[in-house]
C-alpha cells in the first residue's frame, strides 16, 4: 500500500495508531498534528490512505472536511474516520463527511485489533478508493463487488464499507445505517456460516449455549474440512437511480428456501439468528432468494434526501456485461478505449500465453496502450461473469482535463503495476539462478 496520512494531535491515539500500523513492515505514514500540516500532507505527500481523527479538538476538522469538499484535487484518496464515542456521535460524523470519500468509520478503542483489518480489506479492494468519484463524475450507476474469505472478523468492515456508499450519496439517512450494515453483516455472515461451512441451526445454537463464539465455531469448522478455506461469499451491488441491489451469494449447495422463511415468520424479534433480515425489513428492504437459497437479494429503496450533485463526465459511457469466455479485446487491435472494471476476473494472454488476471483491484484494463496510443499488446477475455465501464479517449481526456486528480490517481496505479512488474522480473531471475 501506498503512504497512509494520519491527521491526529493526541498522542496516545497517535502511540495505538503506530503499534497498529508497525504489524505490517510494508506500510509508511506521514503524520499531521494541526490544521496547516494536514493540507501539507494532503497536497504534497499524496498518500492513498488518510486516517483522520474526527474528535480532535485540536484540528479544525470542520474546516479540513470543508477543503476536501471543495477542492478536487484533493478527492485522490480514502479517508477512513477515527472518533471517541464518548465525543461524537457516528451519525454526525456520517452527515458532516458526506461529500467527500469516506470509507469507513473506527471507533478509537477498536484501533488495534481493527485497523489493520481494514486497511489490508481496503489494499485487497482498491477500487473502492476510486468508486466515490466514479459514482459522482464517471457514471450515473455503479456496480461493484467484494470477495470475502471465511473469517466473520472482517464482516462488518465489509458490511460498513458496503453501508457507507448509500449514505455518502444521500441515498439513505444516517439513522438507517447501522440497520442496513446490520442486515448485510447478517447475510454474509449466513453465508459463511450455512452456506459455505454447512453449520445448521441447531450446530450453531448447542456451540453458543456452551459459550463458545461463532468465530470458534467457523474456525473449527474449516481445520476439520481445510477445503472450506476456499470458499467464499460474494458481495455484489447495483447502485442505481432510485435503489441499489446488494447480491450475497456463497459458494455452499443452498437450502430450503420456503422452510426457513415460515421459522423466521414464528422466530422472536430479539433471537440472534435472523436479526439483520427482521432489521433489513424495518426500513424498507426487500429481501428474497433464489431456488437454491445460496444467493440472497436485499434491495434498498432510496429516500428522498439532501440532493447532491449531478454526475458528469463520463455519463452515458457504455456498460459491458460479460459472460465467461467472453472476450474484452484483442492482441494488436486498435486501442481507442480504457475498461473500468466493476466487477469479475479477467485473463490477459500474450502470443496465447496467460501472463496475469485482472480484477476490481487493477482498476483498469488496458490502460498503457490506450496512454500510449499503441496497439492492443495482449488478448483479455473474461474468467468469469463481470461488468464494464467502457471509456472512449474523447472522454477520459476531457474528464482529466476537468478533474486532475484522476490523472495523479493513474500515475500512481501505473507506477504500482510497473514496480510489480519490475518484482517479478527479479522473482523470475532469482528462480532461474536457483537463489
Known amino acids: 500500500m501506498s503512504l497512509i496520512g494520519i491527521i491526529n494531535s493526541d498522542p496516545q491515539l497517535q502511540s495505538r495508531i503506530e503499534k497498529a500500523l508497525a504489524k505490517d513492515k510494508n506500510l509508511s505514514w506521514q503524520s499531521a498534528t494541526t490544521f496547516m500540516e494536514a493540507l501539507d ?30 477542492d478536487r484535487w484533493l478527492h485522490n484518496f480514502g479517508i477512513l474516520g477515527i472518533f471517541d464515542r464518548q465525543v461524537t456521535k457516528e451519525q454526525e460524523i456520517g452527515y458532516r463527511m458526506r461529500r467527500i470519500n469516506l470509507l469507513s468509520l473506527m471507533e478509537k478503542s477498536n484501533i488495534s485489533q481493527g485497523l489493520l483489518n481494514v486497511l489490508q480489506i481496503i489494499e485487497r479492494n482498491r477500487q473502492i478508493i476510486f468508486q466515490w ?20 472478523m472482517t464482516v462488518p468492515i465489509y458490511a460498513g464499507l458496503a453501508s457507507t456508499a448509500l449514505v455518502q450519496r444521500g441515498y439513505l439517512s444516517v439513522e438507517n445505517k447501522r440497520n ?10 449466513n453465508g459463511i456460516e450455512h452456506g459455505n461451512c454447512e453449520i445448521s441451526y441447531e450446530e450453531k445454537s448447542k456451540f453458543l449455549m456452551e459459550g463458545g463464539s461463532i468465530v470458534e465455531l467457523v474456525r473449527k469448522k474449516c481445520e476439520e474440512d481445510p477445503s472450506l478455506l476456499a470458499k467464499k461469499v460474494h458481495l455484489e451491488w447495483d447502485i442505481r437511480e432510485n435503489e441499489t441491489k446488494f447480491y450475497i451469494r456463497d459458494e455452499g449447495k443452498g437450502f430450503d428456501v420456503e422452510e426457513y422463511q415460515k421459522k423466521m415468520q414464528t422466530r422472536k424479534q430479539d433471537s440472534l439468528h435472523g436479526r439483520g433480515i427482521i432489521l433489513a425489513k424495518s426500513f424498507g428492504g426487500k429481501l428474497s432468494y433464489n431456488k437454491t437459497g445460496n444467493v440472497a437479494l436485499l434491495t434498498v429503496q432510496h429516500e428522498v434526501g439532501e440532493p447532491l450533485r449531478e454526475p458528469v463526465g463520463f ?69 468469469s461473469p463481470g461488468k464494464l465501464i467502457k471509456i472512449s479517449r474523447k472522454s477520459f481526456i476531457a474528464a482529466v482535463r476537468d478533474f486532475p486528480q484522476y490523472g495523479i490517481f493513474l500515475s500512481k496505479l501505473l507506477a504500482r503495476k510497473l514496480e510489480q512488474n519490475n ?12 537463489t
Open 315 to 383: 455519463r452515458g459511457e457504455e456498460v459491458l456485461i460479460t459472460r465467461e469466455g467472453d472476450v474484452v479485446f484483442r492482441e494488436g487491435e486498435k486501442s481507442d478505449h480504457i475498461y473500468y472494471i466493476s466487477s469479475g476476473r479477467f485473463k490477459v494472454f500474450r502470443e496465447d500465453v496467460l501472463v496475469s488476471l485482472l480484477t476490481p483491484g487493477d482498476i483498469f484494463i488496458g490502460e498503457m496502450s490506450f496512454l500510449l496510443n499503441n496497439k492492443r499488446s495482449a488478448t483479455v477475455v473474461a474468467e
Open 41 to 70: 500532507v494532503l497536497n504534497f505527500d499524496l498518500p492513498e490512505i488518510v486516517l483522520i481523527n474526527v474528535s480532535d479538538s485540536n484540528i479544525k476538522i470542520d474546516d479540513l472536511i470543508k477543503t476536501i469538499e471543495e
Open 133 to 152: 468519484e466514479m459514482t459522482h463524475t464517471l457514471s450515473n450507476r455503479i456496480t461493484g463487488s467484494f470477495i470475502i474469505d471465511n473469517d466473520p
Open 423 to 434: 518484482q517479478n522480473k527479479v522473482r523470475k531471475a532469482e528462480e532461474g539462478l536457483g
Open 180 to 189: 442496513l450494515q446490520i442486515a448485510l453483516a447478517e447475510l454474509i455472515q
